[in-house]
């Protein structure tokens, strides 16, 4: 049983590139969040995606935007990066019916020079 | 408004030492909450989850407490190791249909031999 998988491990950007990540949710999950974590901080939610739609946001400018596909995989489109958008980019994935559990991939290091 | 504070932010402890993190919330209604270890530059792992009726959960050397009432909660970490170095993080559950979570920023825990 697979549990969450993100791609790429590891991203070097410049500023006002584009940047795709992708998160592969545990076997029965059906919700992805997303989440961005700067050095020494905890985790800071992005946003959240059930049945290919986000029912979640938080305060995250719209250069952050997402997508979930049927097979309940998701993607993390950041537009125009900024260098203080370098971070670790957390993909956790839940069961709807099952609120009490989320498991969280391994992230995506990006650094924006 | 819903927040997890966590204290203290650090702590150096001695290779063998016990040592107790704490965690308070006002995260309203309350779901769960769990405990998770999160190494430098990985993924957050689950230690332990608590639910409103319980009020200690063990996992080998780690204990969590949960008080309802106060809205506190605390991981004690026995006879630590050098793996246990790690950042520590307190994540409340909100009880609604959106699998709502609140993060701490963390204790960044560093044992020494």
């Known amino acids: 049983d697979a549990g969450v998988t993100q791609s790429p491990t590891h991203l070097i950007k410049t500023r006002g590139q584009q940047v795709t990540l992708r998160c592969s949710p545990k076997s029965g999950h059906d919700t992805v969040s997303w989440y961005q974590q700067a050095l020494g901080q905890g985790p800071q939610f992005i946003f959240q995606y059930y049945e290919e739609e986000e029912r979640q946001r938080g305060n995250f400018p719209d250069r952050f935007s997402g997508h979930q596909f049927p097979n309940y995989s998701s993607e993390l489109n950041v537009n125009a990066l900024l260098l203080g958008d370098s971070a670790l980019y957390l993909c956790a994935s839940s069961s709807q019916g099952a609120t009490d559990t989320q498991y969280f991939g391994p992230g995506t290091r990006l650094t924006v020079l | 408004k819903n927040q997890v504070e966590q204290s203290p932010q650090s702590l150096i402890i001695l290779e063998g030492k016990n040592c107790t993190l704490q965690c308070n919330y006002t995260v309203s209604p309350f779901s769960n909450l769990r405990w998770y270890k999160q190494d430098t530059g990985r993924g957050p792992v689950s230690l332990t989850i608590?639910?409103?009726?319980?009020n200690t959960k063990s996992n080998g050397r780690y204990t969590a407490t949960l008080d309802a009432d106060t809205k506190q909660s605390s991981l004690h970490i026995t006879a630590s190791q050098l793996s246990d170095s790690a950042s520590y993080i307190c994540v409340v559950s909100a009880e609604n249909n959106f699998n709502k979570f609140y993060f701490g920023s963390g204790t960044k825990l560093n044992v020494k031999p």
């Open positions: 608590m639910t409103f009726s319980e």
